[in-house]
């Protein structure tokens, strides 16, 4: 018999005798009773002294007084008891109220001796006393039973079981099953009053049960004293309470012990959730948390580091999460409600690990236009999730301009539903040089109006530049185009927020070579949304996340396939590689200081492109700019117009765009006229030569002096390195008046004129030592 059937059988509780037995105590019962009816007809009449009064007084009295005192403390479970108790006080009380009556009667009544009768009469019917002891009729093995007892409920069984099984006067109440297909419950053991709940051991629990060893245990009451305990029992699943209780021992003396993961980082709380246990742990007052995960998963033997995420303040508090199995396994598809912008410029793209939305800011109401930064490796998701923001910024209003440096190939769901997709190298530098003709329009027309910062709609539309593949334009071989692009962003990233221009960068990695040595670009995407997906790397510095995750943040890269139980479970099971699930669209996103793990929506590709974010942009033409905007940026590069023709998506170089040499366009051959920075055509000097024409004319690449050039910066440095190789950090502390992002780029540049090299990995020194 299992213990689920433990709950069917009914428990007898009662005293078998046989019938002989039976039929003696209720013939000396009614013969009392007869012999007590007739003192009581006739006691009145012969004595009505005080002693009288005191004798049948004090038993009605006394009586209660002991019905009282058995009934007081009775649980609502022990229901039975009470009315077993008051069935035996019936006789007495009866008695003495029918005594009374009889002598505070003057004289002699026909009733005085009727009532004593019926009484008798009544009580010999009833046998009281003989039914409260709950005899039950012994048969033999040749008598059949009569008919069926009932079933005790689980509760009373189980209130039963405890009572036959420990006989010490403790009782089991506050019963509650978890669920009514299994045996497990919770109850809380109560103890006779004044006393304290005995010590049980997990054996003589188990056997008042006959439960398996180790699965009833008992706990402290919140708040109670050691007269109640509370008892639980979870034969059939698990006991979330003591795995808890193991992840503290375990905490303590696999984590936060000397010499282990994160030595003197204490667990200060934890709770228990469906599939996840969450602690929360602090560093000692005066140290800055630090929490290794490949450590951490080390101690909890977790291989999947998925299953483990670590969320921290920065400072010394931190929150690690455990899950039974990965918590972004499965991920519903967006709808056009998650795309939607709110009245806080936020969308939302996915789920969090906690099950909560994974939002971002489109633009922010305090601070304008945003700039951020997606780094991952072909096939970890950037794809999906630059659909989703591009079709999210379409939902909510926003003008969305596209640079696809792989020649569309990249984002090809979004060409026709945005206001420009710029297709290969040539045509998205162009974009940006068109999109800083608009950022001068703006700015110029803001200073006119006395306005210092943004406003949505009043009277520009939000303006988001996605760069899809970008570290090819910024690595490009022509040093004009790489010199240009890095320019254009890093203007942008610094002023185009005040104007409403926002820009997003889709990387490989966050390493500066993917960003053109330019550390500027990195610095200034890293104040906004930025997320990191699968990356080539195996470490935090290596990702390039140095000054960008929080302090104290550390985390492994994320696995190309994570598998439901376990990859070194797949690997020893023999599973195929293709068996795992896909972790695409798994991401580190970094927002407001914090670092969240999350999953963006899932979407089905289908021949090559994904049909569900196709249908999430809808079919309203897309959002464009305003009729002073789009004559500022056609002015500027006489290609606004013909945005959606992709003339140059063919060419490589801006050699072969404004040349007759092979892959240019008859239309390019000759660009058009100068125009002004704020693109109104305004005259004044001629601008200094550029290397291919006039779109590119107030562009300082290619001079003496690098975009964004801090002045004297760069003459600064040269006269430290004269002195002798210093490391980047004496630089930095050198030059206090300097951010430490303008030194760090300063350095690039002076490299990039051939005038400084690195020594070794931060060492800095002048090319000629």
């Keep these: ?87 035996r006080a019936i006789p007495f009380l009866t008695a003495a109220g029918t005594y009374v009556a009889n002598l505070i009667t003057p004289g002699f009544n026909w009733w005085e001796v009727v009532a ?23 048969l033999t093995e040749h008598q059949a039973p009569t008919g069926i007892a009932r079933e005790l409920t689980y509760t009373e069984f189980l209130a039963a079981k405890w009572a036959q099984a420990t006989g010490d006067g403790t009782r089991l109440v506050s019963i509650a099953p978890y669920r009514a297909d299994r045996p497990d ?70 984590v936060s012990a000397p010499g282990k993961a994160a030595p003197g980082v204490g667990l200060i709380e934890h709770r228990t959730e469906k599939d996840r246990i969450v602690l929360l742990v602090a560093s000692p007052p005066g140290k800055t948390i630090y929490l290794p995960h490949t450590a951490i998963c080390s101690a909890f033997g977790i291989d999947d580091p998925s299953r483990l995420v670590i969320e921290t303040d920065g400072i010394r508090m931190g929150v690690v999460s455990i899950y039974k199995s990965n918590p972004l396994m499965k991920v519903r598809k967006a709808t056009v409600e998650d795309l939607t912008m709110d009245d806080k410029g936020r969308i939302t793209i996915g789920v969090c690990h906690d099950g909560k939305p994974a939002r971002m800011r489109l633009w922010d109401p305090g601070q304008g236009a945003l700039r951020g930064i997606t780094a991952g490796v072909t096939g970890a998701g950037k794809s999906v999730l630059q659909n989703l923001i591009l079709a999210g910024e379409k939902r909510s209003g926003v003008v969305s301009w596209v640079g696809d440096v792989q020649g569309g190939m990249s984002l090809p769901e979004a060409e026709g539903r945005v206001d420009w997709f710029a297709k290969g190298p040539v045509e998205t530098l162009l974009m940006l040089t068109a999109a800083h003709a608009v950022m001068k329009y703006r700015e110029r027309i803001s200073n ?118 376990g990859q070194i479970e797949a690997l020893f099971s023999g599973q195929d590689d293709e068996d795992g699930e896909s972790t695409a669209g798994m991401a580190y996103m970094f927002l407001d200081g914090r670092a969240k793990f ?63 040499a092979p892959g240019s366009t008859p239309a390019a051959s000759t660009p058009p006229p100068a125009t002004g920075a704020d693109g109104d055509g305004g005259g004044g000097e001629a601008p200094a030569p550029a290397p291919f024409g006039a779109p590119f004319a107030d562009i300082p690449f290619g001079l003496d002096n690098d975009p964004g050039e801090e002045p004297g910066l760069q003459d600064q440095i040269l006269e430290l390195l004269a002195e002798g190789p210093k490391p980047l950090k004496d630089l930095r502390a050198a030059l206090p008046d300097f951010q430490p992002s303008s030194v760090s780029n300063a350095c690039s540049q002076l490299k990039a004129k051939g005038l400084a090299t690195t020594r070794k990995r931060g060492v800095w020194q002048l090319t000629d030592s």
């Design 185 to 254: 419950f919770e109850a809380v053991v109560v103890a006779q009053a004044g006393k304290a709940v005995p010590t049980f051991t997990e054996v003589q629990l188990a056997a008042a049960f006959d439960f398996p060893v180790g699965t009833v245990k008992m706990r402290p009451v919140q708040g109670s004293g050691p007269g109640r305990m509370r008892l639980v029992a979870r034969p059939t699943s698990e006991d979330t309470e003591a795995v808890a209780e193991g992840i503290r021992g375990l905490w303590e003396t696999a």
């Design 598 to 660: 999350m999953r963006t929506f899932f979407a089905q590709k289908v021949d090559g492109v994904y049909p569900d974010l196709i249908a999430l942009y809808g079919e309203e033409p897309a959002n464009g700019l305003t009729r002073g905007e789009a004559e500022a940026a056609q002015a500027k590069v006489g290609l606004y117009d013909l945005r959606h023709t992709n003339p140059y998506a063919d060419c490589d170089t801006l050699a072969q765009a404004f040349s007759d």
């Design 116 to 138: 004593p009768a019926a009484w008798a009469g009544l009580m010999g019917w009833m046998a009281p006393l003989t039914r409260s002891a709950s005899l039950v009729l012994e």
């Design 1 to 87: 018999m299992n213990t689920t059937d433990q709950a069917a059988p009914a428990v007898d509780t009662t005293k078998s005798v046989p019938g002989h037995v039976i039929y003696r105590r209720v013939l000396a019962e009614r013969t009392s009773y007869a012999l007590t009816a007739a003192g009581m007809a006739v006691g009145p009449q012969l004595d009505d002294s005080a002693w009288s009064y005191l004798a049948s007084g004090g038993i009605g009295l006394g009586t209660l007084a002991w019905l009282y005192a058995k009934t007081k403390n009775t649980d609502p479970g022990q229901g039975l008891s009470a009315i077993t108790r008051a069935q």
């Design 448 to 565: 006119e109006m006395g306005r210092g910062d943004f406003a949505l709609g009043k009277p520009w539309p939000l303006i988001n530049i996605t760069l899809d593949e970008i570290n090819r334009l910024l690595s490009h071989p022509d040093e004009a185009m790489r010199k240009a692009t890095a320019y254009l962003i890093a203007d942008i990233q610094k002023t185009g927020r005040k104007v409403g221009i926002g820009i997003r960068l889709a990387v490989q990695s966050l390493h500066l070579k993917d960003l053109g040595d330019d550390d500027a670009i990195r610095q200034q995407g890293k104040v906004g949304a930025l997320f990191l997906m699968r990356t080539a790397s195996s470490s935090t510095k290596e990702m390039g996340l140095d000054g960008i995750a929080p302090a104290g943040f550390q985390m492994e890269n994320i696995p190309a396939r994570i598998y439901e139980n």
